[in-house]
C-alpha cells in the first residue's frame, strides 16, 4: 500500500499543470470505467507487448486505480460488518424487560380483538388458567405450582376443578408461536397478568424463569378449591399453600371476574353484575345483597333475592360466616384501594410457588391504559 501511495505522489507531482485543478482532482477519484479497463489490459494483456506509454496521466490513473483497488480490499479484509459477512456468532437469546412486555403486548391486543368469549372477553378464563395452574402447589412436598405447565397433559388437564380450560390455553397458542422462546408455564402467568391488568385490576409484578415439564410431574386431583365446601376446606387448600387468612379473603376476590357454566362446574352464573372489571364489587354484593338458595336441578348454589341474575358459591358465602373471614370482606368492601394492595401481593405470592428463581428482580408491565 505504501509504494503505491508513492508511485500516486510522484505521478501527481510531474503531471501537467492544467491537471491539477479542482475539478480534475476529484475526477481522479471517479476513474471511468473505461480508462480502468484500458489500463487492466496493459498491465495483464497475454498478447503482443505494446509500447511503454510515459504519459504522465496515464500512470496518474494507473496508480488510482490500484490504490482505489487496495483500500477497497483492505476494507474486505478488515471491516466485514460493513458488507455483511464473517460476522461475528451470536450467544445465545437472552429476553428482557423489552421481550416480555411485548409478549404482555400481545396478550392484550388479542383480548382487545376477540371479544366473541363469556361477556366478551377471554381475561377471565385467562386468570383462571393462571390461578388454577398455581394453586397446586403443596409447601409440604414441594411439588405442583406454575412451574411446568403440566396441565397440557392428561390427568391434570382432564380434572373437574380445569373444565373449560382449553379454551385458555388455546387462545395462547399463537402467541406461543410468535414468541417460541418463551415456555408455556411463563406465558400462562404473563397471561393471567395481562388478564388482570387489562380489567383495570392493579400491578401484579411479574418474574420470569419458570420451565415446563412432561407428564410424570402432573399434580394428584383434590388440590384446588372445591366450590361446595365450607370455610374449615378454605383454610385446608389454601393453607396447604402456604397462605393466612387474609390472603384467602383476598385471593377470593378474583370471583369478581367471570363466571360459572352448567357444561364445566355444574354452576351457573356470573357473581357480579361487571365480570369483565375487576373491583371489590364482589365483596360489597356478599354483604349488601339479600342471597337464598337457588331452585333449579343443578348442585346448591345461591342466587340474590332482587334480580336473581348472580349467583354466590357455598365457598362465597363461608367468607361471611365465618368471623376472621368477614372481616377481612368488611375492609375490601369499604376500601377498593386496600383490596388492590392484597390482592396484587398475593397473587404474586401464588403465582411464584415453587419456582426456582435465579433472580429477586420483578417488572411490572405497561397495559393498555398507560
Known amino acids: 500500500m505504501a509504494s503505491v501511495s508513492r508511485s500516486f505522489s510522484r505521478a501527481l507531482r510531474t503531471a501537467a499543470p492544467s491537471f491539477r485543478t479542482t475539478s480534475t482532482r476529484t475526477a481522479r477519484f471517479a476513474l471511468s470505467q473505461q480508462t480502468f479497463r484500458q489500463q487492466f489490459r496493459r498491465g495483464y494483456a497475454s498478447g503482443k507487448e505494446e509500447p511503454a506509454d510515459h504519459n504522465p496521466n496515464t500512470m496518474l490513473y494507473a496508480a488510482a486505480a490500484l490504490l482505489i483497488g487496495a483500500a477497497g480490499y483492505g476494507t474486505y479484509k478488515y471491516k466485514p460488518e460493513l458488507i455483511g459477512m464473517e460476522a461475528k456468532p451470536k450467544g445465545p437469546f437472552v429476553p428482557k424487560y ?16 376477540h371479544d366473541n368469549y363469556d361477556d366478551g372477553s377471554y381475561g377471565p378464563v385467562l386468570l383462571r388458567l393462571a390461578w ?71 400491578k401484579i409484578p411479574y418474574r420470569p424463569g419458570r420451565t415446563d415439564r412432561d407428564v ?8 384446588l378449591p372445591d366450590a361446595s365446601k365450607d370455610q374449615k376446606h378454605i383454610r385446608a387448600i389454601f393453607g396447604r399453600m402456604g397462605f393466612g387468612d387474609k390472603e384467602m379473603v383476598a385471593l377470593s376476590g378474583a370471583h369478581a371476574l367471570g363466571r360459572c357454566h352448567t357444561d364445566r362446574s355444574g354452576y351457573d352464573g356470573p357473581w357480579t353484575f361487571s365480570p369483565t372489571t375487576l373491583t371489590n364489587e364482589y365483596y360489597k354484593l356478599l354483604l349488601e345483597e339479600k342471597w337464598a338458595w337457588k ?32 372481616g377481612y370482606v368488611e375492609k375490601y368492601a369499604k376500601d377498593n384501594d386496600a383490596f388492590f ?29 398507560d
Not at 98 to 113: F, G, P, S, T
Not at 152 to 169: Q, S, T
Not at 341 to 369: H, I, Y
Open 216 to 223: 410424570s410431574f402432573c399434580t394428584p386431583d383434590g388440590r
Open 295 to 326: 331452585k333449579w336441578n343443578g348442585p346448591h348454589q345461591f342466587e340474590d333475592v332482587k334480580t336473581k341474575s348472580l349467583m354466590m358459591l357455598p365457598t362465597d358465602m363461608a367468607l361471611i360466616k365465618d368471623k376472621v373471614f368477614r
Open 341 to 369: 394492595k392484597d390482592f396484587s401481593e398475593a397473587v404474586t405470592t401464588l403465582f411464584e410457588l415453587g419456582v426456582p428463581f435465579n433472580t429477586e428482580e420483578r417488572w411490572v408491565f405497561k397495559s393498555s391504559f
Open 98 to 113: 423489552e421481550d416480555y412486555q411485548k409478549v404482555y403486548d400481545a396478550v392484550a391486543k388479542a383480548l382487545e380483538e
Open 132 to 202: 388454577h395452574a398455581s394453586g397446586t402447589y403443596d409447601a409440604l412436598t414441594k411439588t405442583g405450582g406454575s412451574n411446568g405447565a403440566t396441565m397440557r397433559f392428561a390427568p391434570e388437564g382432564d380434572h373437574g376443578a380445569n373444565a373449560g380450560l382449553k379454551a385458555a390455553r388455546d387462545f395462547l397458542e399463537p402467541i406461543k408461536a410468535k414468541f417460541p422462546w418463551i415456555t408455556y408455564s411463563d406465558l400462562w402467568i404473563l397471561g393471567g397478568v395481562a388478564a388482570i391488568q387489562e380489567m383495570q385490576g392493579p
